[in-house]
């Protein structure tokens, strides 16, 4: 007999890779439950009681009802944040945290669910400093990394490395002439660095010479590793310079991806790494929302397969 119990998709109304996934579990007739946390009030709804068996009760979108108790994985994609438009400043903030601890803590405590990833994990997994951290526990080469608010100890680091460059610890969007943009990673010198250091905290970091990038995606218990070979410094900033690899990890890699994964409770993960000139792989972040589908449209790659594995509870 066939599971009846839905996987619920947590994403924004606009997500190419989570209609892909979607579409890939209808086929499988696998129920999909899709919505997105800022649709609520308007037109999503909750009823959650909390007893001896977990939480119980229902979500409402205008096209599904979703048993909370039965609900056989969830697949938490950067849904857009809660929005009360319509009240004053303080009483948004005030619906907008209860709505955050209510409804997030509901979609953060169904019983029996396989998340993909844990929203509370994501967040953990987030903070660039406990990455690297727990990057070098579990045994991946990182750079030498500061992170410092202080101009004369950034100076003292870019002066100790042959070239340093500038990281965002998060990056927000900005707007510059009502255009999208974000922080990007640079080069850096002494000359570079004033004292307006000083207003926040900044990640400097040894810049590895290197030959390539390699983007490594963790499904489960799957790796798909794929070589990037671009003549830019931050491969992100160019798709159009990009060419695609599939490659095998060196000795070790696979074992310490595992590692840093568990460290966080994650099932999925969108590693970056560079390759130096003597060929080791340097670790440089793990996104736990990273984007991956375009990597199977360049190289074949069958990643979707694997996540719809993972999300029908098959793998």
Same mark, same amino acid.
């Given at each position: ?28 007739? @696998?129920?999909?439950? +899709?919505?997105?946390? /800022?649709?609520?009030? *308007? =037109? !999503?709804?909750?009823?959650?009681? $909390? ?44 619906? @907008?945290?209860?709505? +955050?601890?209510?409804? /997030?803590?509901?979609? *953060? =405590? !169904?019983?029996?669910?396989?998340? $993909? ?199």
């Amino acid at each position: 007999m066939s599971d009846p119990r839905p996987v619920l998709v947590v994403t924004s109304l606009h997500d190419p890779t989570a209609d892909v996934v979607i579409r890939e579990l209808h086929d499988r007739g @696998i129920p999909v439950v +899709r919505l997105d946390s /800022g649709d609520f009030p *308007a =037109s !999503l709804s909750v009823e959650a009681e $909390i007893t001896s068996q977990g939480i119980q009760g229902r979500l409402t979108t205008p096209s599904r009802i979703a048993d909370l108790a039965n609900i056989r994985a969830l697949y938490y994609r950067r849904p857009t944040g809660f929005a009360f438009p319509h009240l004053s400043e303080q009483d948004a903030r005030f619906a @907008i945290t209860q709505a +955050r601890y209510g409804l /997030g803590g509901v979609l *953060a =405590s !169904l019983p029996g669910c396989l998340y $993909i990833n844990h929203p509370h994990r994501i967040g953990d997994a987030e903070f660039k400093p406990s990455g690297l951290a727990v990057a070098v526990e579990a045994g991946f080469l990182v750079p030498p990394t500061l992170i410092t608010s202080s101009p004369d100890a950034a100076r003292a680091f870019i002066k100790g490395h042959d070239s340093v460059i500038y990281k965002p610890l998060h990056n927000p969007v900005y707007r510059i002439d009502d255009v999208s943009s974000v922080v990007k990673i640079a080069e850096v010198t002494t000359e570079d660095i004033d004292e307006s250091v000083s207003g926040t905290v900044h990640l400097f970091q040894k810049r590895v010479p290197k030959t390539a990038d390699v983007r490594v995606t963790v499904i489960g218990s799957q790796s798909f590793c794929v070589r990037i070979d671009s003549d830019v410094l931050d491969w992100r900033t160019d798709y159009d310079r990009l060419t695609y690899t599939p490659v095998e990890p060196p000795p070790g890699i696979e074992q310490a991806l595992h590692r840093y994964l568990d460290h966080f409770g994650l099932v999925f993960g969108a590693f970056d790494f560079c390759v130096g000139e003597d060929g080791q792989w340097w670790f440089l972040e793990c996104n736990p929302s990273g984007q991956w589908y375009w990597l199977e449209s360049e190289t074949g790659l069958p990643m979707c397969a694997a996540l719809a594995d993972l999300l029908e509870r098959t793998s």
